[in-house]
Structures are given as structure tokens and as C-alpha cells.
């Protein structure tokens, strides 16, 4: 994902890894296709997924915050875990009221 907020809400453990990945040829997609499949990316001739994220009309987009998918662990290279702890919950404030800094401290 293109902000960290989104990843973070799959990290019960307060670990993420910070990767530098490739899509390769990427296929952007505004609705959510539940039969993707990886052969099926690839005989289209494209190597990953782009989902753009909301910037102004929620109606038109599938996710909030643009996320990329790879069907490739090849081409994650991890670089980075992150530990960090959540100060407060997220459900309190608006996501652009409130910065990164103020919900999680990395540790």
C-alpha cells in the first residue's frame, strides 16, 4: 500500500517489513475481481496489480489508499521490519486530522 496506515491494520504483532518491490507490468483495476488469479495476470502479459486508492469520489474506487498486489514473492525484497506500537486507536479520529506520528510510535 502507498500508506503505511493500511498495512498497519493487518499487524496484531506491531511488526512490519518494509519491502522494495517491482510490479513489472501492472494492470490497474477500480473494482475488486475476486477470480484474479495469477495465471490468468500473466497470460494478460502483466506481472502485478494496481489498485488506485480514493482521492475524490469514494464511489469510483475499490480501497481507500492505493495498493499494489504481486502474485511474484520474487520480486519483494525485504529491507526493513518495523516494530512499532499503536497510542491510540483509529477509530477516534479521522486519518486527516491525525498524522502517522500521533497514532504510532516506532519503536
Known amino acids: 500500500a502507498s500508506d503505511p496506515r493500511k498495512s498497519c491494520n493487518f499487524a496484531p504483532t506491531g511488526e512490519l517489513m518494509l519491502c522494495r ?5 501492472t494492470t490497474v483495476m477500480r473494482v475488486a475481481d475476486q477470480s484474479l488469479t495469477a495465471e490468468r495476470l500473466r497470460a494478460n502479459g502483466c506481472d502485478s496489480v494496481t489498485a488506485p486508492g ?3 469520489f ?13 502474485f511474484d514473492p520474487d520480486m519483494a525484497y525485504p529491507e526493513y521490519l518495523i516494530k512499532f506500537t499503536k497510542l491510540v486507536e483509529r477509530k477516534a479520529f479521522r486519518s486527516y486530522l491525525v498524522g502517522d506520528a500521533l497514532l504510532y510510535k516506532v519503536h
Do not use: H, P
Request: with cysteine; hydrophobic share 40%.
Open 58 to 70: 469514494s464511489c469510483c474506487f475499490a480501497v481507500n489508499r492505493t495498493e499494489y498486489a504481486i
Open 21 to 25: 518491490v517491482g510490479l513489472g507490468r
Open 54 to 56: 480514493n482521492k475524490w
